[in-house]
């Protein structure tokens, strides 16, 4: 699952969007998850894509931070 997420000057995700997903209960749980992530501080408006990768070896889902978004 990939969502696109916005954050502030403080690090803080502002939006968060799905870009790519088969399951709306997976879909879900990445947003969930994506609207607590934390940056670094930086310039506002930064724009990111996280990959979640859902597996059932997991306990929980392991998510990788992609390249930033231009």
Request: cysteine-free; glycine content about 6%.
């Amino acid at each position: 699952v990939s969502i696109r997420v916005e954050a502030d000057s403080a690090g803080a995700v502002t939006s968060a969007a799905p870009q790519s997903g088969t399951s709306k209960y997976f879909v879900d749980l990445a947003l969930k998850a994506a609207r607590q992530w934390k940056f670094a501080p930086g310039p506002a408006g930064r724009v990111w894509n996280l990959r979640f990768i859902f597996s059932r070896d997991a306990d929980h889902p392991v998510s990788v931070q992609a390249n930033p978004a231009l």
